[in-house]
């Protein structure tokens, strides 16, 4: 029988690509082969701080829009008035992957429940958070349990990323990293075709394809791991490519991948 037949879809983000990784450092991972890779996929956000980073190992709703601040704050009040809990999953674009701690601050708006995991502790320990509004909280001790709970080696990591965080002003970095991806995107995407589009805030952005072609995101997606950059499809009909990159990103390596982004639309769209 063939293995592929019997395996979970869930452990589906290594074998996206047609290589083994056997280490990584910081945004670069290298494969058994010798080759290497800059990494915009960062484990789907699980690595913001990348690949064994020796400052934290010493220490051992996804809804962006262009008008995001205004239309949270519109789901804040329709929230309100009818009384629904406002719940944001905060696990990929929160801990200053859009440049604040979490991704909702901008909007000044405070949700009722806010769910962080991955990204929290930035490379790879298991750590989820759930923070929640103080009227909520009805249980009496021991009333709430679960199987697993309280990972230390998790707390520690986390507790490390934090610290490295702060000490390396990584909010401000994120901020800076915003300005050289957009201009990127700005100057070059209309020049490639102007029905390109593309949208993000911080270190998370979407090149959409859909007004050309559903199927031209993975192409894209090929032809940049061909030039040693790893990055995934998602949006609708995985019609978007999305950047997302460690927070920790060399300057070179920042722009050395997005060199290879605008290079592998040019070539995929003049084959």
Not at 187 to 196: F, G, Q, S, T
Not at 207 to 214: R, T, V
Request: proline share 3%; net charge negative.
């Amino acid at each position: 029988m063939n293995e592929e037949n019997l395996e979970s879809n869930v452990v589906a983000y290594q074998n996206s690509f047609p290589t083994i990784f056997q280490c990584g450092h910081n945004a670069i991972l290298s494969a058994t082969d010798g080759k290497e890779y800059i990494d915009f996929f960062a484990g789907a956000g699980a690595l913001n701080f990348g690949h064994n980073q020796p400052e934290t190992k010493e220490k051992v709703i996804e809804y962006l829009k262009n008008d995001l601040n205004k239309w949270l704050k519109e789901l804040r009040k329709i929230c309100d008035e009818f009384g629904i809990m406002m719940i944001i999953d905060d696990i990929q674009v929160g801990v200053w992957r859009t440049g604040t701690f979490f991704s909702f601050e901008e909007a000044e708006i405070v949700p009722d429940i806010v769910i962080i995991s991955k990204s929290i502790e930035g490379i790879g320990m298991p750590l989820s958070l759930v923070f929640f509004n103080e009227a909520l909280d009805v249980f009496n001790p021991e009333e709430h349990t679960g199987t697993f709970r309280g990972n230390q080696l998790g707390f520690i990591a986390g507790q490390a990323a934090i610290e490295y965080a702060y000490e390396n002003n990584l909010a401000e970095q994120t901020k800076e990293n915003e300005q050289v991806i957009q201009k990127v995107l700005e100057k070059k995407l209309p020049e490639i075709d102007n029905r390109i589009s593309f949208r993000g805030k911080g270190m998370i952005w979407g090149i959409d394809f859909l007004a050309i072609s559903e199927s031209l995101a993975e192409k894209v997606q090929k032809e940049c791991f061909n030039q040693h950059l790893i990055i995934e499809c998602a949006g609708s009909k995985d019609a978007v490519l999305k950047l997302l990159p460690p927070l920790t990103i060399e300057k070179e390596n920042l722009s050395r991948g997005l060199e290879i982004i605008i290079q592998a639309i040019y070539t995929v769209l003049n084959k």
